[in-house]
């Protein structure tokens, strides 16, 4: 269980960090105006709001976020590495940012974290999923 854990957290922060490294190359408000995929501070805000998050907790997961975000962009810059080898690079990076957040959650909160991976997240796809018909 905590595998599948892991891994949902890494591929949803995975394609929601990839969405930003590849669609942004100059900045990051290049990447607010194309409706790309979430800011740091995006991400920082919906996390607060699920989770209840103190400000300390806040400015620990600002610095998880930043750190996760530039780590990404470096590895999906590097093409020196093969995509495959790029994607696992990136995946061991969420799985370390996964650790570090738990790691300032309560045990509440982690279970809230758990039900928030679980559930879908279109505001992680940008405008992915505008031509899915709801029902």
Do not use: W, Y
């Not at 279970?111 to 796809?125: A, G, V």
């Amino acid at each position: 269980m905590s595998r599948i854990r892991l891994l949902l957290t890494g591929t949803i922060l995975m394609f929601a960090l990839t969405t930003v490294a590849q669609q942004t190359t100059t900045s990051n408000n290049a990447h607010d105006s194309m409706g790309g995929g979430p800011t740091v501070e995006k991400q920082l805000t919906l996390l607060t709001e699920k989770l209840d998050l103190t400000a300390d907790q806040q400015a620990k997961t600002k610095n998880i976020l930043q750190q996760l975000d530039e780590t990404t962009q470096k590895i999906m810059q590097d093409e020196s590495m093969s995509r495959d080898e790029r994607m696992g690079n990136v995946r061991t990076c969420h799985h370390q940012a996964d650790k570090e957040l738990r790691a300032i959650l309560s045990d509440d909160q982690k279970k809230r974290l758990d039900q928030f991976e679980q559930e879908p997240h279109p505001e992680f796809h940008g405008n992915a999923n505008s031509a899915t018909p709801q029902s």
